[in-house]
DNA sequence: AGTGATACTGATACTCGTTATCAACTTTGT
DNA sequence: ACAAAGTTGATAACGAGTATCAGTATCACT
């Protein structure tokens, strides 16, 4: 892995791209880039979807973001918070929290020297019903679809 | 009803859907849906993109394929192997490879009690640099791809 | 300050993976 | 054979994401 103690890249941090870091440091659901696009447009109306999604490849090359692939849809999700943690998705309603869940160190050096990779990093997601849909899909009622 | 001791499903195997099916069993790699739908066409010329998505969609639901977000890039690809297994991608070259690791049980009991979900199945992927992309970026040797 | 170079923006058009539609076709049960 | 239901492939449509590009803002330097 790469250590980069500072970011000196060759970049500015203009209006947009401060609106668009703001909006993922303020979110606590995993938006979109389209949901991104749309919150950003409040506090930087006339903002337009290329700059958005141009400045969030930035943030996450730079460390400053993460993309998720929570499986759910087709589209990457964004997160602000880029310290190491794993996610839980709701299968019913798609809600996704964030969760920390170390994986045993044992676990990576196993894999590690049973395949020759550098690891670098992991994502984990859990997937199941959330405390709000189990209510919602109590006991006696069946699953109407497949 | 004879054929699928499991799945009682209203739905038949035609020509086309085991052509589909034989594509994912074969794949060692894991296909996006337009990379099953390239290779399908070998052995069933004339199908359609439609029927390949409905089909992919129609064995994901059965369980008897898995549809995966490695991450890399914005399509999910495909899995043939339906026992529990997790990935190992490649962060250069982007290959997927399939891998055995089951996290430990307490994690997943601890996580259940932490936060009352009903936890159905996880989804893990390891990312790092796999023993080819660490032998082309040896220390002092530069990359001479031609 | 003035000036030129360069990064950045936003509108637009575009690509391409995926889905909806629908008429024709195939299978099943009677 | 016939009707009902499932399935298919061509096509059109959709939508997320990207490339392009002229105009604008900012920086480095004098």
Do not use: K
């Not at 950003?40 to 400045?55: M, N």
């Not at 964004?78 to 920390?100: E, F, K, M, P």
């Amino acid at each position: 892995m790469l250590d980069t103690p500072t970011f000196e890249a060759d970049w500015r941090l203009t209006p947009q791209r401060r609106a668009v870091l703001e909006v993922l440091e303020s979110a606590t659901d995993h938006p979109t880039a389209a949901e991104v696009f749309e919150r950003v447009r409040v506090s930087a109306p006339g903002i337009g979807p290329a700059t958005v999604y141009r400045t969030l490849a930035l943030l996450v090359a730079n460390g400053m973001a993460l993309e998720l692939s929570l499986g759910e849809g087709s589209s990457s999700r964004y997160d602000g918070n880029t310290a190491r943690h794993d996610h839980l998705v709701c299968t019913s309603c798609g809600a996704a929290s964030d969760i920390q869940s170390a994986l045993p160190g044992e676990l990576l050096e196993q894999i590690t020297s049973r395949t020759g990779y550098a690891l670098s990093h992991y994502d984990l997601q859990f997937h199941g019903l959330c405390p709000e849909c189990q209510a919602r899909r109590s006991p006696h009622q069946e699953e109407m679809n497949g």
